[in-house]
């Protein structure tokens, strides 16, 4: 029992220790970072320069400032928690409010860029035609950058009469189909001649061949692409959001607090967003250990 609970806690401290000594580094360089940047807001607005001031009151007025260049993370913390706990879910001002909105057009642009990438990556496996005509292609359209073709797509798309989640979705979808899409046809490529030999011995059909071996060969070249998409798929929901001006989405309330210098408000939100995303590759990565367990592909 002793020896149980050893290795338990040896394996907690091999897992989070690094993660939390990552992450105590990264808030002392914060709150360095916020007293260097406010320092002279902080002189300018809250202190007297001409009766003086000490050190430690310089350091206290760069960590409460109402308007600061670079909050602290106390700061973005109490606004996090005030806004999950002061307001309710359906309010514009709770993020959790947000969080849903994105993360409907996250998912579903996951979703169809995931089935658009397999079908792409069929497609190009088993024709050398379309391999020498799609995938330059598909290369050649993530070198467009986001934010010149979301306004684009958006105005499009409202023309046809899409609104809401659709137009957000398919910006999503944009960034998702790409990884799903290259990983695949790798995947799809891997079995050894001899395996492929070996369907053509048991005069496996085409489709037999793609459902009994290349696509559980290409699982482990999947899941990968799929945790990369779903977060890119994020990146694109909330850029999306951007020049429409929506008043919900984790885009949205960047842009608001852009707009009224709430600067805590955005770091929140940013917050909130890489949580969301770290949710969001957590389940992908759930899924994948459910899937390559059943298989037997790991313990």
Same mark, same amino acid.
């Given at each position: ?230 977060? /890119?798929?994020?990146?694109? *929901? ?5 020049? @429409? $001006? %929506?008043? !919900? &989405?984790?885009?949205?309330?960047? =842009? ?12 929140? /939100?940013?917050?909130?967003? *890489? ?5 969001? @590759? $957590? %389940?992908? !990565? &759930?899924?994948?250990?459910?899937? =390559? ?7």
């Amino acid at each position: 029992m002793a020896d149980a609970k050893k290795s338990l806690l040896q394996r907690a401290a091999h897992d989070w220790l690094p993660v939390a000594v990552v992450l105590l580094a990264v808030v002392i360089a914060w709150y360095g970072a916020a007293w260097g940047l406010n320092a002279q807001g902080a002189i300018e607005r809250v202190l007297d320069e001409e009766a003086g001031y000490t050190q430690m009151e310089l350091f206290e007025a760069t960590m409460t400032m109402e308007r600061p260049l670079m909050p602290a993370p106390h700061q973005v913390a109490m606004d996090f928690y005030e806004s999950l706990t002061e307001w309710p879910i359906d309010s514009p001002r709770n993020l959790i409010y947000h969080v849903i909105v994105t993360g409907q057009s996250t998912l579903l642009g996951f979703v169809l860029g995931t089935a658009l990438g397999l079908l792409l990556s069929v497609l190009i496996v088993h024709s050398r035609t379309l391999d020498k005509a799609l995938l330059p292609w598909i290369v050649a359209s993530q070198t467009v950058p986001v934010l010149a073709i979301a306004p684009i797509v958006l105005v499009v798309l409202g023309s046809l009469g899409f609104s809401g989640t659709a137009p957000k979705a398919f910006i999503a979808m944009y960034l998702c189909f790409f990884p799903v899409t290259v990983a695949m046809v790798q995947g799809l490529r891997s079995p050894q001649k001899i395996e492929t030999e070996m369907m053509h011995t048991y005069a496996a059909s085409r489709w037999q061949s793609l459902w009994l071996l290349r696509l559980p060969s290409a699982l482990p070249f999947l899941f990968p692409a799929l945790r990369v998409g779903v977060a /890119a798929g994020l990146v694109g *929901a909330m850029v999306a959001e951007l020049p @429409t $001006g %929506a008043q !919900a &989405g984790l885009g949205a309330r960047l =842009l608001t607090g852009s707009y009224y210098g709430q600067t805590v408000q955005i770091w929140s /939100a940013l917050v909130m967003s *890489a949580l969301l995303g770290l949710a969001l @590759t $957590g %389940a992908v !990565a &759930g899924v994948e250990r459910l899937v =390559l367990r059943s298989r037997g592909g790991i313990a």
